[in-house]
């Protein structure tokens, strides 16, 4: 059974930084891309980034919001998945999910997603 | 960025009932369109990828249509665990886009 795994949220003051944690079990990580999902309480769902497998390159993407202050990097040997978050702000708070990046022949879809962590930025 | 707008925002159904959410993207996206369902304080589950393929699991009575820039989720008979919250994604150029969700309560 694929499980994925976050930790490491919490609080935090406004400027301070958090790293997320994802670990992964029941897949080939290392062949998998993965993404960072976040969703702010009550609200829906924002694509933060991703990165890809090293075998495609390894390279990360990131949305607008975030680019500069969040880095994903990865550790294939721990099976595990990172969200270094700095210069946090108040609309950062969130629940994040990591999830894997199914890559079909012409689609991609996320699946399977893990049960999430909190993260509060607040004063 | 593509912009995905789902509606209704919220709909009333009764168990038995035909239910049908819409989604438009904001630019030709050929069938790269993606459904989630999320109930409350769990992550969401994917439902349907490629617009209309189903997953593996996923009842029968989810279906998914559409291609271009509209699209629509349909339960053919609404069941108690199907009140939820559904998303469309659509996965055709990042940054990945969702629809702000639609909200199926009880009636």
């Known amino acids: 059974e694929v499980q994925l795994v976050e930790s490491g949220g919490g609080l ?8 997320l944690s994802c670990a992964a079990s029941g897949i080939t990580f290392n062949n998998a891309w993965m993404s960072w999902v976040r969703q702010a309480p009550g609200k829906g769902l924002e694509w933060v980034g991703r990165i890809k497998s090293k075998t495609d390159g390894g ?3 990131y949305a607008a919001p975030v680019k500069g202050r969040f880095t994903i990097s990865r550790d294939d ?3 595990t998945l990172y969200l270094q ?4 702000k108040t609309e950062d ?6 999830t894997t990046e199914q890559v079909g022949l012409i689609y991609n879809w996320f699946d399977p997603w893990g049960q999430g962590t909190l993260v509060t930025v607040s004063s | 960025d593509i912009q995905m707008t ?8 009764s168990v038995g009932d035909r239910v049908t959410i819409t989604c438009r993207a904001s ?12 109930k409350p304080g769990k992550a969401p589950k994917l439902l349907i990828y490629a617009a209309s393929s189903l997953q593996s699991g996923v009842p029968s009575r989810f279906s998914g249509s559409g291609s271009g820039t509209d699209f629509t989720l349909t339960i053919s008979s609404l069941q108690p665990e199907d009140f939820a919250t559904y998303y469309c994604q ?3 150029s990042t940054p990945w886009t969702f629809g702000q969700g639609t909200k199926v309560e009880f009636k």
């Not at chain 2, 789902?6 to 159904?13: E, G, I, K, N, R």
């Open chain 1, 77 to 79: 040997s721990r099976y």
């Open chain 1, 59 to 61: 390279t990360t993407d």
């Open chain 1, 12 to 19: 935090v003051k406004p400027g301070g930084s958090l790293r």
């Open chain 1, 85 to 88: 978050m700095n210069s946090l």
């Open chain 2, 90 to 92: 659509q996965s055709y």
């Open chain 1, 93 to 98: 708070t969130a629940f994040y999910y990591c």
């Open chain 2, 27 to 38: 630019q030709r996206i050929s069938s790269y369109l993606n459904w989630y369902q999320q």
């Open chain 2, 6 to 13: 789902q509606s209704p925002s919220s709909l009333s159904a």
